[in-house]
């Protein structure tokens, strides 16, 4: 099939297009031309405002009810919402039933990206079941292909496991992941420790729960070595902790939640489950360090932190209902909803294309001619509603859910296969 893609912006520094306008033809896979002259013959022809184009982003945190819970999203479903807003790959934690831990499990995950833009990338089980009690087989999974090792929604609360971990990874140089939670100072938890949870009565999880593990990690990542990323930091004082870490040498990365970067507490206060996340939402205080940490480099990634679940798991009382928003679809348009104007575009692309790739040693790619297609086209200017109709997820448990935006992925081009919007393919 043959694409041509005009008046199209490349944010790609990686290429001699970058902050260019160009227009782009791509025959069965491949940029075969750039700027070409002459009448352009094409199946499909894209023309919109605002267009873009960045080589394809990675999600570094996803979650998926396969194998196990399918109801809540298979492997089929989560390609189709990584997608649609864009992602060419991502991460999946470790945290089905059962748990991602062996060489089978890491087989059966690859064995169905065949056929789909979308690459679902396995993580490993750091510990057996991720309980944190036994470490597992890790060697073995890594070259199964593993990519990366975490308990991923489960804390490493065992300092020794961590530093065994730490150590046992350095022998191919692999990637220790981790949330940090001290699960006791957690413990009954159901947002944020501040005003908001006082007032209604919450059992609150504190900064320090998070900021004392941060704190430990790294003083063992001292003692170890080895490469550590934390997952999800939503402190004021944890980005500052990382932010020294990183002056002082360490190798250590860190992520954070986009919903982080936008919601607070007091969202909690009609009690809506949908805004039940973990770590939980924090104060505006912490949004503003937190921005500030992706604007100074101190954050490396920005993630979806995608976790569905139906509305039986939040249709609920709030101490009942499960923790997680689902957010790959649509984590382009909120970006550009409300942190566009303190973020900017270059920064944001690096945080989810650029900056996880390099931590996950992924090939970093580049939009030049006779190169394969490997890039996500984006505008900044279409109207849409996020709504049932147009969610792609087996979930709905977002609290976007009915909003409208202006800005959307509306493209995918990798390994040979793309998707497009069904604005351009009439579906």
Known sequence: MRTYIKAVKIINPASQWHNQSVNLLVDDGVITEINPSGKIDADIIIEEKE????ASWLDMRVFSGEPGEEYREDFESLANVLE???????????????VIQNKADIKTVMSRNSGQAAQILPSAAVTINCDGENLNEMLDVYHAGAIAFTDGAQPLWNSDILVKSLQYLQKFDGLLMTMPQDHKLALFGQMNEGIVSTGLGMKGIPHLAEEIIIQRDLELLKYAGG????????????VEMIRKAKAEGLNVTCDVNIHHLILDDENLETFDTHYK?????????DIEALISGVNDGTI?????SHQPFDQDHKKMEFDL???????????????????????????????????????????QAKIEKGALADFTLFSNDMKWD???????????NSPFMGQSF??????????????????????
Not at 51 to 54: G, I, K
Not at 300 to 304: G, L, Y
Not at 336 to 352: G, P, Q
């Open 51 to 54: 267009l873009h184009a960045s």
């Open 84 to 98: 649609a807003g864009g992602f060419g790959s991502a991460l999946l934690m470790p945290n089905t039933n059962p």
């Open 227 to 238: 490469k550590l990323h934390f997952s999800c930091i939503s402190s004021a004082k944890s």
């Open 277 to 285: 996340v973990l770590p939980p939402l924090r104060t505006q205080k």
């Open 300 to 304: 490396d990634v920005i993630v979806s």
């Open 321 to 363: 209902a499960e923790f997680g928003i689902m957010g790959a679809q649509i984590m382009y348009p909120m970006y550009h909803k409300f942190l566009a104007n303190k973020i900017e575009l270059s920064t944001f692309i690096s945080c989810i294309e650029a900056n996880p790739k390099k931590i996950l040693n992924q090939p």
């Open 386 to 396: 996020f709504n049932t109709e147009s969610n792609f997820s087996k979930s709905d």
């Open 406 to 427: 202006s800005a959307k992925a509306i493209g995918l081009f990798k390994n040979k296969h793309h998707y497009l919007d069904s604005k351009f393919t009439n579906s």
